[in-house]
């Protein structure tokens, strides 16, 4: 049993930055992966970024030179720094956890209950 605790959402405006955390306690093995995801109004969930236990990470073309996604393995926890960002940014963004190296969708066996994040002037 895996449980996830997102912080750090909350309204800001284009151009701005907030940094999310996904802390991470109970049965989290050597061997995992995290992910950030995010789900809009309308809209599936989608793979904003993602990290290894070994620090190998994937981008959304999205989010690509905005965002950046890091861990602290000893802490548990991982990071999205995210920069510059637009209104389509608005989403619930949910932390989710791989005891793989997989991150897509069917991978995630434990996902936080999300924070949101909201981009408007």
């Known amino acids: 049993q895996v449980q996830l605790v997102e912080s750090g959402g909350g309204l800001v405006q284009p151009g701005g930055s907030l940094r999310l955390s996904c802390a991470a306690s109970?049965?989290?093995?050597?061997?995992?992966?995290m992910a950030w995801y995010r789900q809009a109004p309308g809209k599936e969930r989608e793979l904003v970024a993602a990290?290894?236990?070994?620090?190998?990470?994937n981008y959304a073309d999205s989010v690509k030179g905005r965002f950046t996604i890091s861990r602290t393995n000893a802490k548990n926890t991982v990071y999205l720094q995210m920069n510059s960002l637009k209104p389509e940014d608005t989403a619930v963004y949910y932390c989710?956890?791989?005891?793989?190296?997989?991150?897509?969708?069917?991978?995630?066996?434990?996902w936080g209950k999300g924070t949101l994040v909201t981009v408007s002037s």
């Open positions: 989710g956890y791989s005891s793989g190296y997989g991150y897509y969708y069917s991978a995630i066996d434990y």
């Open positions: 990290i290894t236990s070994g620090g190998s990470t």
């Open positions: 109970g049965r989290v093995l050597s061997i995992n992966a």
